[in-house]
Structure formats: C-alpha cells, structure tokens
C-alpha cells in the first residue's frame, strides 16, 4: 500500500548512508587539500627558515625538524589552533606562525573556502532541496575532518627534550576538527540546495 517515492525518504537508511559518507569524504578531502596547499606554498620558505635551527638540532643529537611538520603547525594556525612550545624556563608558549609568515596571511581564508566547497559536495551528494537539509548534510564534513584533525595534531608533534612543539591538540580538536567543518560545511551545504532547485 505505501509506496516510497523514488529518490524516496521514507526508508531513508541508503540517503542516510549516502549522505553520511559524502560528507565523511568531502571534510577529508578538505583536510587534506588544506594542508597540501599550505605545504606547497610555504616548505621552502620553512625549508630556508629552518636550516640554521636544524644545524642546532643535530649538534646536540636531536632529529631535524621537518618542514612537513612545520606546514602541519601553519595549517592548524589557519584554524586559529596556536602552536605549543616548551618555554625556555619551563612551562610552555603559544604563537600563531601563520600570522608571522610574511605573505602567507591568505592561508587563513583556505580552511574555510575549503569547507565551504566540501559542504556543497555533501549537499548535492545528499541532494538536499532545503537550505535546512544541506545545511545538515553540509554539517557531516566533520565526520571527515575531525578524526584528521585529531590525527594531525599528534602526528605534527615535534619532541624537545621532555616537552614538544605542536598544536594545542583542545583547539585543534574543538575549533579546527568541529566548530570550523561544521560551520563552513552548513553554509556551504546551504547553498548546494539552491544550486539543485
């Protein structure tokens, strides 16, 4: 007696589903881009940066620092997500490189136009015909985005001595993995619904 339209909502699990992943794989593409774009833009100049550090490093037996890390503590940076380093007399110091680097303040705008992008992919995956529906399959970037965001701030972890330099993971899991995909990925599921209409 009750047929489901075809496209249907009603036994909604494969759109769910489908809706699910799309957002899952547009915040990981986002992610991903977003620190491939930092990393290509800025390693040689970090590169170039680091040379007479990493000399100090290796005179006292440390490893060197990488410019693939450096590039993840400059992406988080594009979040807001402050970088952590052991203070000279103990404790600990935060700063921002990315406001810093000269040239590279239009990083800042690349977390966001990315989500953005990966909010309406998630949105026309879903085919939401709302601004209400895209913004909530625009949302599920952070299924994508969180877990690499959690990832990275430990896996850009540089050790010194007994303490490291890294992003501060609160931040980074709170503001870079949730507020920003959630935020700019709505918006942009949002807009994917007037695009379909």
Known sequence: MSSSPPGGTT?????????????????????LLGYLSVYLT???RIEEGLSGLNFLAELFGNDPISAWQVSGWMFYNAHFVETVF????????SRNLLMEAEGAGFLFVVPP???LVGGLVAGRVAEA??????????ALVAAGYLPLA????????????????????VTAVLLAGAVYPAAFGALGGAGSSLLIN
């Open 11 to 31: 036994g909604s699990s494969p759109s769910t589903a489908r809706e699910a992943i799309g957002g899952a794989v547009a915040g990981a593409a986002a992610y």
């Open 42 to 44: 800025q390693s040689g």
């Open 86 to 93: 052991p203070a000279l007399f103990g404790g600990t110091q």
């Open 113 to 115: 136009v990315l989500l």
């Open 129 to 138: 015909d709302s601004p209400l529906d895209g913004a909530r399959s625009g």
């Open 150 to 169: 959690l990832i990275g701030a430990f896996l850009f972890r540089y050790a010194v001595g007994d303490g490291s330099v890294a992003p501060d993971v």
